[in-house]
T-cell receptor, first 118, second 114 residues
């Protein structure tokens, strides 16, 4: 069962455009939603993260919009550049107490391969 | 601060063998998580260690195991390797007090099983 659905799988945007990547989740216990960026041959790098008590968060050119009632969140990249071309992953986790305590592991979406054309 | 380091970066094994991967977290980070990344299944959580104890576990068979040492370094072991175990294995560390929120990933170990 895929708990975090990400779309689109791939996206091509012209330089300066605003790519938008969407994610939907099912588990209402999720309370932490990060976005990661991954370049070929590298591990994922945290871009920005949000908790469900806010509807929007901006960090530089990256913005997360969060809709708790719809169980959806999205990533917007302002003034996109060719260097933003990478694979983007949304993820979610919960901090509900488990037998061992602590946060459970991140559940990732399948990823979006983004290409920014010059 | 140095980032998360993983060794080796590349590994080739044959079916039936076992393998041990190593991860050194960011200094001061006590939580270490392991993930498997494949083209088909994407990124999947294996397990998390905190203060030398496995705190959380994903849905993987018992052939996948791990441990954490007193200096927070972690190892994961895969026994009786199968072709489907070919993947990028990623380690992530997080800082104490953050509830494991901000996970910082290493570059991964690329395992190929022949």
């Amino acid at each position: 069962q895929q708990q975090v659905k990400q779309s689109p799988q791939s996206l091509i945007v012209q330089k300066g455009g605003i790519p938008i990547i969407n994610c939907a989740y099912e588990n209402t216990a999720f309370d932490y939603f990060p976005w990661y960026q991954q370049f070929p041959g590298k591990g994922p790098a945290l871009l920005i993260a949000i908790r469900p008590d806010v509807s929007e968060k901006k960090e530089g050119r990256f913005t997360i919009s969060f809709n708790k009632s719809a169980k959806q969140f999205s990533l917007h990249i302002m003034d996109s550049q060719p260097g933003d071309s990478a694979t983007y992953f949304c993820a979610a986790s919960s901090h509900a107490p488990l037998s061992g305590g602590g946060a459970d592991g991140l559940t990732f979406g399948k990823g979006t391969h983004l290409i920014i054309q010059p | 601060k140095a980032g998360v380091t993983q060794t080796p970066r590349y590994l080739i094994k044959t079916r039936g063998q076992q393998v041990t991967l190593s991860c050194s977290p960011i200094s001061g980070h006590r939580s270490v998580s392991w993930y498997q990344q494949t083209p088909g299944q994407g990124l999947q959580f294996l397990f998390e260690y905190f203060s030398e104890t496995q705190r959380n576990k994903g849905n993987f068979p018992g052939r996948f195991s791990g441990r954490q040492f007193s200096n927070s370094r972690s190892e994961m072991n895969v026994s009786t390797l199968e072709l489907g175990d070919s993947a990028l294995y990623l380690c992530a560390s997080s800082s104490p007090g953050s509830l494991g929120d901000t996970q910082y990933f290493g570059p991964g170990t690329r395992l190929t099983v022949l």
